[in-house]
């Protein structure tokens, strides 16, 4: 009867224990707020410029070096959000975060093509400690992969952006980052025009020989023996040595054996 009793007692201890954390998890879930749908702005920052053309000796041989004038493309898209006033907190053993994410894609791409240009492996961004939070993408095609400056010359591309309020973790072994909290939800589109590229020149150097140049004698300058050059004279002379040395090593080892 005792042992009964003492079964008894400790399942309802695992009741009350589950019963517990039932509870706690929608209350932690709820007790992180849901933010606003940002508001911001998008536009081109344009800082190109013409490079001049400049010329420069060079030390060696007294030339002349041209370097031909030349479009220095810097281009950025610059995203402006205004920030929510946020403290971040420790809840359950996390640290719940105010997040930012961007997605983007071209103006005329249906609206399941979308691309993030964060995640929760590549960490979502952060708010600045200002008022406006500003995010700076360059339109150079080498940095990153998502914007190319050949598809996007004289387009159109279409942003929006997100809030979220939770932590960032990851499941045990090869499991993926997660995201964990409340999102705002995608805001209104933002376009952004690009213009196409002013028409460049590639950078070139070009070669002007001055009046001082001297010019060199026409012909080989080798050194020749029995119509071989100096590399292939020393080349038969090792392989010569060689098979002399080898003769005497045969020659020397032939003598031990008959000992």
């Known amino acids: 009867m ?3 009793n003492r079964s008894l007692s400790l399942f309802f201890v695992v009741i009350l224990a589950v ?5 706690i998890s ?11 749908v940002p508001q911001f702005t998008a536009k081109l920052v344009d800082l190109s410029y013409n490079a001049p053309t400049t010329t420069s000796t060079n030390q060696y041989t007294g030339q002349t070096i041209t370097n031909q004038g030349h479009r220095v493309e810097n281009r950025t898209i610059q995203i402006t959000i205004k920030n929510q006033p946020f403290t971040s907190y420790i809840s359950n053993g996390q640290n719940i975060s105010f997040y930012l994410n961007v997605r983007e894609k071209g103006h005329y791409e249906t609206e399941d093509n979308w691309i993030n240009i964060y995640t929760a492996d590549n960490h979502y961004t952060s708010e600045s400690n200002v008022d406006y939070t500003t995010l700076t993408y360059s339109l150079d095609p080498s940095i990153p ?3 190319n400056n050949n598809i996007l010359s004289g387009g159109q591309l279409d942003f929006q952006v997100e809030a979220l309020i939770g932590y960032v973790g990851r499941g045990s072994g090869f499991a993926s980052w997660y995201f964990s909290g409340e999102e705002s939800g995608w805001s209104t589109t933002q376009t952004v025009d690009i213009p196409a590229n002013e028409p460049t020149a590639n950078p070139r150097t070009s070669l002007s020989p001055t009046t001082s140049a001297t010019t060199e004698p026409s012909g080989s300058q080798t050194p020749v023996l029995f119509g071989l050059d100096w590399l292939q004279v020393v080349a038969v002379t ?5 098979a002399v040395l080898l003769g005497l090593v045969v020659v020397y080892l032939r003598k031990r054996s008959l000992k």
């Open 2 to 4: 005792a042992i009964f």
């Open 238 to 242: 090792l392989l010569v040595v060689i």
């Open 145 to 147: 992969p998502w914007l």
């Open 26 to 36: 929608p209350a932690f879930a709820q007790s992180i707020p849901k933010p606003s």
């Open 19 to 23: 019963s517990s954390l039932i509870a």
